[in-house]
């Protein structure tokens, strides 16, 4: 199998890595994705990562506490995420660096875009922590803006579904899933793939997107190669 790209932002929801527990991180999870992620270095496949942090934290959910703290406080969590997988990636036997988006100099290098394209140049995956650093931003806008920094060819968008729906399947058993989308189409139907900032940067910037779920251990992997699985963004 011949990878379909060079570069790639790997985006993992934070519940993802909770596996089925709903909470915290599941090691087996951890292990899965470090696998794969360990398939397509080994292709060639250059690896950016940008990790969610709903498995410990969803501040969009508090009503009584401001947005801009419970913002602050998701961020912190999505650096939990990206230490726990930068140890499971390097024991698949992967160097990994985590850059940050707030500096944590004590357990993470800073976000520095130069950096970040030389590490991956260097073979190094790159897992990108805190958010965009800035509340009322999602780590979907994260990936998206860190895919357009480092010149990426696609975002590969792992979740815990297996493609876009008009509604949400767990919902709606009727629900229609998309084989094929375009950015516009996303924004103007509301998908809720990813939210409308995010969706408004990979369009403006030319950015592909692949939706999949990444509980078949082999998504990452087919994703990379171009297979036609879950819904392509264009």
């Not at 470090?34 to 969610?52: E, L």
């Not at 009503?63 to 650096?79: E, F, H, P």
């Not at 082999?218 to 699985?229: F, M, S, T």
């Amino acid at each position: 199998m011949e990878p379909a790209y060079k570069r790639v932002v790997l985006k993992i929801s934070g519940e993802a890595l909770a596996g089925e527990q709903g909470f915290g991180l599941n090691e087996d999870m951890l292990a899965s994705v470090a696998s794969d992620v360990k398939k397509i270095h080994d292709m060639g496949v250059q690896t950016a990562v940008v990790v969610g942090g709903g498995n410990f934290w969803r501040g969009r959910t508090s009503k009584s506490m401001d947005r801009a703290t419970a913002d602050y406080m998701g961020m912190l969590a999505t650096v939990i995420n990206a230490l726990a997988l930068q140890d499971a990636f390097e024991a698949a036997g992967l160097s990994a660096r985590v850059q940050t988006a707030i500096e944590m100099r004590e357990i993470a290098e800073p976000y520095i875009r130069r950096r970040a394209i030389s590490q991956l140049n260097k073979d190094l995956v790159v897992i990108f922590g805190a958010g965009t650093g800035n509340p009322f931003f999602s780590t979907d806008t994260t990936a998206a803006l860190r895919a357009a920094e480092i010149e990426a060819d696609i975002i590969l968008l792992a979740k815990n579904i297996d493609g876009v729906y008009d509604s949400d399947p767990k919902e709606n058993p009727d629900a229609v899933k998309y084989d094929v989308l375009t950015h516009q189409e996303v924004l103007e139907k509301d998908l809720k793939v990813m939210d409308s900032t995010a969706a408004s940067i990979c369009r403006d910037n030319g950015i592909k997107i692949h939706v999949f779920a990444i509980s078949d251990p082999e998504n990452i992997v087919r994703a990379v190669c171009g297979e036609k699985i879950g819904t392509f963004i264009s």
